[in-house]
C-alpha cells in the first residue's frame, strides 16, 4: 500500500474517483487560547495493491506534544475491490472535523494507521500571532 495523499485542509470532495482538496495547511495562527477551527477536513488517498484487496480499518488520532488524544479516534473501515484487469487500486476518503478546540499553543500530530499498522503522520502548528 501507498499514502498517495494525506492533508489536513480547509475543504475536501470526492466524487467518481477524482479527489478535490483546498487549501492545506499545517499552521494555524491565534491571538488567545482556545483555539477553535470551525471547519476543516482531513483527505486521504491511499492506493493498494491487488494482494490487498479486501476490508481495511482506518484510525486516525490527532493528538498533542505529549501524546494526549484531543478528538476521539476517528475510526472506519474500508473494502478495497478492484476492476478485473487493473493491478491496483486508489481509495480516496474525506473526514469532516467540526469545531476543533485546541487548547494550547505548540505542536500536534494527526497520525493515521491502517490495519492497525501506523502509515503516516501530519504535523499541526498553533503559533501565537503577534499582531493584535
Known amino acids: 500500500m501507498n499514502i498517495e495523499v494525506i ?8 466524487s467518481q474517483g477524482k479527489l478535490n482538496i483546498l487549501g492545506t495547511f499545517d499552521t494555524i495562527y491565534a491571538q488567545k487560547l482556545p483555539v477553535v477551527w470551525s471547519h476543516c477536513a482531513v483527505a486521504l488517498r491511499i492506493r493498494f ?8 480499518k482506518l484510525k486516525l488520532n490527532l493528538v498533542d506534544e ?10 472506519t473501515s474500508a473494502k478495497v475491490v478492484f476492476p478485473a484487469d487493473f493491478d491496483s487500486s486508489a481509495m480516496n476518503m474525506v473526514l469532516h472535523i467540526q469545531g476543533l ?8 500530530s494527526l497520525d493515521l494507521a491502517i490495519d492497525g499498522r501506523h502509515e503516516a503522520s501530519l504535523p499541526l502548528y498553533i503559533r501565537q500571532s503577534q499582531t493584535q
Open 7 to 14: 492533508a489536513l485542509c480547509d475543504a475536501a470532495t470526492e
Open 49 to 56: 495493491n491487488q494482494i490487498e484487496k479486501g476490508e481495511h
Open 101 to 108: 478546540k485546541l487548547e494550547k499553543f505548540g505542536k500536534y
Open 66 to 75: 505529549d501524546g494526549k488524544p484531543i478528538l476521539p479516534s476517528l475510526e
